[in-house]
């Protein structure tokens, strides 16, 4: 079981940095890491410890209990498959667009 949480973990940062559009080197930067010592955690070769796993799931913009939790890699991938396609789509945004669908995504949290 511990194997298995420790490649889940490991899966989801890889998705998680992806998702982000950030590189290894970026986060290993951001961190004052070793690039290295990213690879090795998505990898599942390094566990990332309790004070870590909140910094990176900051970075990612992700919540730490994702990150942390056990769900099945079908509803990971299918759903970083959705972030995926939303981040190209927003790529290719003119940045006044941009700034205005981020005004609305606010204005529709603020409501919940």
């Known amino acids: 079981m511990a194997k298995h949480r420790k490649a889940t973990i490991a899966a989801r ?22 690039r290295p010592t990213i690879s090795e955690i ?31 890699e079908e509803k990971i991938d299918a759903d970083m498959a959705k972030y995926h396609l939303a981040a ?8 006044s667009d941009f700034d205005r669908l981020m005004d609305l995504i606010e204005m529709m949290r603020a409501e919940e």
């Not at 940062?13 to 070793?34: C, D, F, I, K, W």
């Not at 309790?50 to 990612?60: D, G, H, I």
């Not at 789509?89 to 940045?95: N, R, V």
């Open 13 to 34: 940062m890889r998705a998680a940095r992806e998702a982000s559009g950030l590189s290894q080197g970026q986060v290993a930067r951001t961190l004052n890491m070793h």
């Open 88 to 95: 190209r789509h927003l790529s290719k945004m003119k940045q």
């Open 42 to 72: 998505e990898a599942g070769r390094r566990a990332v410890s309790a004070e870590e796993l909140p910094v990176f799931a900051r970075l990612y913009g992700v919540e730490t209990w994702w990150l942390a939790s056990a769900e099945s």
